[in-house]
């Protein structure tokens, strides 16, 4: 039976409430770390607006840190790729967590959990938090959940990585609510954006969006009796062999229900692999699945389109390539648009004049490289929706051409170069920031690597 912690979470937030003391960082405490440990239950740690480098920042139970104006972009927390950023281990009280970033965390080795935040055995609340550009060697490059009661409302996972499993968030059994959040750019060999075991969360009003899940599920994969219900959220334009939207395997039995998956990369919307489990638990209402390269449906679940109000018709995004997913007027998603009279996606009407038909993901994309630090090689990824020229090039941070590992045309679909940290003369490069960056006829991108010696 699901605890409802979120209520909970809620009422012990209000202002006033048994909070004994509020320390201030930096004024009355110098670190974070510092003002954490001087806090009693029920204490504030408020963090004034700037930049904190710290890591491996340990959590007391029964507190609440929080950014001074709340809003995530005003305080980061930075680890600066030498470990994780916050450790909550054992916290048997509610603790909460407002307005922060959390970023740059990094746990290399392929037995660790939580590039950026690890939750053991704790009931903890997270809320307008960011979770960023953290890795993990095995599992939750931004978010790895154990045996914990873990609340999130109006979080954004982006650009995390992990190895193995759950580029944005990993969560084993447990308790877990994920409201409103953003899932976007992460990359995982399984689950990029929500890798899910043993514990069926709530995840309501969410979007994954460009998610790169390597083998199964691009936005979200489940195993071993994990069994959500995920409600209103839209899934759009994530990459998986299996499963671009969701994948979900054996004893595993979702319940969607006003969702989007649309424009999945490779595999199709949702997978099941029933291995042995119920093919007619997975249930799917009211939710339209469109444009996935892979079909809607794949595995030993039947089509489920024209049954419980499912669809397959374009959901009239306003401006996809640009990544708005709010839904023009007239789109079948909006409620009076589709039989279930009901809104499906996370996204409500936000323009006035029908798109085309016939959308496509946005262009040439330049994803996040493995490894990142990396010594003394890495690999620069990157895809392509159609055949075409692309010149990939490495710059220093003084912006000096370090080398240029491309410059050809390449096939539509997913590519890698490798970087084994030399110059164009074939000169080991000293330790430091480099940036890559990709040229094609429809623009530049870049990204940021760092090599450690």
Same mark, same amino acid.
């Given at each position: ?188 060999? $399984?689950?990029? *954006? ?5 514990? &069926?969360?709530? #995840? /309501?009003?969410? +979007?994954?969006? %460009? ?76 939710? $339209?699945?469109? *444009? ?5 449906? &794949?595995?030993? #679940? /039947?089509?489920? +389109?024209?049954? %419980? ?93 370090? +080398? ?50």
């Amino acid at each position: 039976m699901r605890v409802v912690i979120g209520s909970l979470f809620l009422l012990l937030l209000l202002p006033g409430q048994l909070s004994a003391r509020t320390w201030h960082v930096p004024a009355e405490a110098p670190t974070i770390q510092a003002g954490i440990d001087s806090s009693a239950v029920n204490d504030v740690v408020e963090i004034a607006s700037g930049f904190y480098f710290e890591h491996d920042i340990v959590m007391k139970s029964g507190i609440t840190l929080r950014g001074e104006t709340t809003q995530a972009p005003d305080v980061t927390i930075d680890a600066a790729w030498q470990g994780r950023v916050l450790i909550c281990e054992d916290l048997d009280q509610a603790t909460y967590f407002m307005g922060l970033t959390f970023s740059c965390g990094r746990m290399p080795d392929n037995a660790d959990y939580g590039g950026a935040i690890l939750c053991v055995n704790s009931t903890v609340s997270f809320t307008n938090c960011d979770i960023v550009d953290s890795y993990s060697g095995y599992a939750g490059g931004g978010l790895a959940s154990s045996s914990s009661q873990v609340y999130l409302e109006r979080c954004r996972f982006i650009d995390n990585e992990s190895y193995m499993s759950g580029g944005g968030m990993y969560i084993n059994l447990g308790d877990i609510e994920v409201l409103h959040c953003l899932f976007e750019t992460n990359i995982s060999t $399984d689950g990029a *954006g929500i890798f899910c075991q043993r514990t &069926s969360p709530l #995840i /309501e009003w969410c +979007t994954f969006l %460009n998610n790169d899940g390597l083998f199964f599920g691009g936005a979200i994969y489940l195993q071993v009796e994990a069994s959500p219900t995920i409600r209103n959220c839209s899934l759009v334009g994530n990459q998986a062999y299996l499963g671009g939207g969701i994948m979900t395997v054996g004893d595993s039995y979702p319940l969607l229900e006003n969702c989007i998956i649309a424009y999945s990369i490779d595999g199709a919307g949702l997978h099941y692999d029933g291995n042995g489990g119920d093919t007619t638990r997975v249930h799917v209402e009211c939710c $339209d699945l469109f *444009g996935n390269e892979g079909g809607s449906y &794949s595995g030993w #679940i /039947e089509d489920q +389109t024209g049954i %419980n109000g499912n669809i397959n018709a374009d959901p009239w995004f306003c401006d996809l390539p640009l990544g708005d997913i709010t839904l023009a007027t007239g789109s079948p998603c909006l409620p009076a648009g589709n039989d279930c009279s009901v809104l499906m996606g996370a996204w409500s009407g936000g323009c006035s004049i029908a798109p085309a038909t016939e959308l496509v993901l946005a262009g040439p994309r330049l994803e996040s490289s493995y490894p990142n630090p990396f010594n003394p090689a890495t690999n620069i990824a990157f895809s392509l929706i159609r055949p075409q020229r692309v010149t990939l090039a490495l710059y220093d941070i003084q912006g000096r051409l370090v +080398t240029i590992l491309a410059d050809r045309t390449f096939e539509r679909g997913s590519h890698s170069e490798p970087w084994d940290g030399r110059d164009a003369a074939g000169r080991d490069v000293p330790s430091g920031t480099y940036f890559a960056r990709m040229a094609t006829a429809d623009g530049v991108q870049t990204s940021k690597l760092m090599l450690l010696r």
